[in-house]
């Protein structure tokens, strides 16, 4: 599967953001979805989670309440709606599908191309 994640850029802190990520290459609607961020000098991390068929999310603790994963399987894309920005939230956002097809919390796959989101406070 080919991911690409799009929509960041230089924002300041407490404003809103929507990364997409278009996914091809296999069936979108069958596979879990998820979202993961790199800080400058940190190590990757888990950021959100989304069912195949939308119907479960699973958030970092860091994000909860100010993040929202949601999915357009008709569009194979799905998006993190990041609201109440601040400058931790900096880092280069990827996302990324799961292995086995209509199977919650399965193992991820390989990485997308990421999208840098920069909070200026």
């Known amino acids: 599967v080919q991911l690409q994640a799009s929509g960041g850029g230089l924002v300041q802190a407490g404003v809103s953001l929507r990364l997409s990520c278009a996914a091809s290459g296999r069936t979108f609607s069958d596979y879990d979805m998820g979202w993961f961020r790199q800080a400058p000098g940190k190590e990757r991390e888990f950021v959100a989670r989304i069912s195949w068929n939308g119907g479960i999310t699973h958030y970092a603790d860091s994000v909860r309440g100010r993040f929202t994963i949601s999915r357009d399987n008709a569009k194979n894309t799905v998006y993190l709606q990041m609201n109440s920005l601040k400058s931790e939230d900096t880092a280069v956002y990827y996302c990324?599908?799961?292995?086995?097809?209509?199977?919650?919390?399965?193992?991820?796959?390989?990485w997308g191309k990421g999208t840098l989101v920069t909070v200026s406070s």
């Open positions: 990324r599908a799961a292995i086995a097809p209509r199977i919650y919390g399965s193992s991820w796959g390989s």
